[in-house]
Every structure is written in structure tokens, then in C-alpha cells.
């Protein structure tokens, strides 16, 4: 099996910053593409960022400029770095990622737990 573990979240005053962090771990061949999601309570969940094996990211707009994701092979692990929190970034991060297990031929996706991010004064 595969796991994806985040941490690194928690509260912060507006302004302020965080780096979350996403470990994969279990049969692991090869990782594809990583992401991070967040959902807010009574709204749907979103994209916040991806970044593919190769190292190319992609951004949601409202975070552009101010979050961001890199990984680190070697580790099977994934970072958000976040700066100039705003309120509206309070939310639930979830960690995920394209995986191809030890005997497989075919990626499959995965998601973590989540990590409450919360942004107030």
C-alpha cells in the first residue's frame, strides 16, 4: 500500500507563514505528479497547486505569488510553502499524488489525511 502523511499545518496571524509537508511511503516505484488541494468549511475542495515529476508547477490564481510547491525525489516528499497568509486560506490541505506501486504497470492516485491550516489574528 502507499500513504501519504501531511504536516506542518496549524495557526497562524495573517501576514504569517507555513511549509507544509506531504511524506509518501509503501511500495513506491515511481511518483508522478503531486498536488496539494484545500477545502474550507461549506465549500468544495480545490486545487491549490501541482507540481509533476519533472519539476513544472501550476498554481490556482489566488495563491500565485505567494504559495509555493516543490518536491524532493529522493525523499518522496512534497512541500507548500506559504507566505502573506490570508483568512481566506484557512482550510483543511489534503496532500496528493499519481503513484506507481512496486509490480504495477499503471499510476494510481492516492490522497493523505489532511492538515488543518488556519489563518487569524
Known amino acids: 500500500q502507499v500513504q501519504l502523511v501531511e504536516s506542518g499545518g496549524g495557526l497562524v496571524q495573517p501576514g504569517g507563514s507555513l511549509r507544509l509537508s506531504c511524506a509518501a511511503s509503501?511500495?513506491?516505484?515511481?511518483?508522478?505528479?503531486m498536488g496539494w488541494y484545500r477545502q474550507a468549511p461549506g465549500k468544495e475542495r480545490e486545487l491549490v497547486a501541482t507540481?509533476?515529476?519533472?519539476?513544472?508547477?501550476n498554481y490556482v490564481e489566488s495563491v500565485k505569488g505567494r504559495f509555493t510547491i516543490s518536491r524532493d525525489n529522493s525523499k518522496n516528499t512534497a512541500y507548500l510553502q506559504m507566505n502573506s497568509l490570508k483568512p481566506e486560506d484557512t482550510a483543511v490541505y489534503y496532500c496528493?499524488?499519481?503513484?506507481?506501486?512496486?509490480?504495477?504497470?499503471?499510476?494510481?492516485?492516492?490522497w493523505g489525511q489532511g492538515t488543518q491550516v488556519t489563518v487569524s489574528s
Open positions: 507540481i509533476t515529476s519533472g519539476g513544472s508547477t
Open positions: 496528493n499524488a499519481d503513484v506507481r506501486r512496486l509490480g504495477t504497470s499503471y499510476l494510481a492516485n492516492y
Open positions: 509503501g511500495t513506491i516505484f515511481r511518483i508522478g505528479a
